[in-house]
C-alpha cells in the first residue's frame, strides 16, 4: 500500500522543487509561457508481509500518472497545478489480492523566496480473499502544506489526517 503514495510524493515533491528553482532563475518576459504535460511510469516491485496478510509476500504492479499545467508568468515566478494519480494491484502469495491508490491535487505558485503550498491527498485500498470475497476496505484523507525556500521543500505540515473503513 505505501508504495504508489511514496512515488507520488516524490513525484509532487520534485515538481516543486522545480518550479521553484526554475522561478529564482528566469527573467522576466513578455508573455506567460504555458506548459502542459502528462508523465506516466510504471513499476514493479516485491512487497513484504505486512499486518492484513501475515506471513504472505506480494508482488506489486503499478502505474502512476502526473498530469499538471504550468504557467511562468512575466516576472519570473510560476503558477503549477495538476494531479498525480497512482493505481496498483498486489497479489499476495496466499492468493488473496488488494486494489490501491492514491490522488494528489495540488497548486502552487512557486517565486524566489518563500511560499507554502497545499497537497490535498487520498490513499484506498480493498482487500479480497482468493476467491474474489472483498475483506476491508479503507480511504485515508490528508492534507499537507510544504515550505518550499528557493527551491528547497524545508518544512511539511500535515493538517488534516482521516480514515474512513479499514485496511484490514
Known sequence: MKRIPKLALSTTAALLA???????????????????????TTSTDTIPSDSCHPGATGTLTGTDT?????VQTP????????????????????????????TDHFSFNATAGTTVNTDAHTDFADNYSADGVLQSQG???????????????????????HIHGTFC
Open 75 to 102: 516576472t519570473g515566478g510560476f503558477d503549477i497545478a495538476g494531479t498525480d494519480t497512482g493505481t496498483g494491484r498486489i497479489d499476495w502469495s496466499d492468493g488473496s489480492y488488494s486494489l490501491i491508490g492514491s
Open 66 to 70: 502526473v498530469t499538471y499545467t504550468s
Open 139 to 161: 480511504t485515508f484523507y490528508s492534507a499537507s502544506h510544504y515550505t518550499v525556500t528557493n527551491g528547497v521543500i524545508v518544512r511539511v505540515a500535515f493538517d488534516f489526517n
Open 18 to 40: 522545480v518550479g521553484v528553482t526554475a522561478a529564482t532563475t528566469a527573467t522576466a518576459s513578455a508573455a506567460a509561457v504555458v506548459t502542459r504535460a502528462s508523465i506516466t
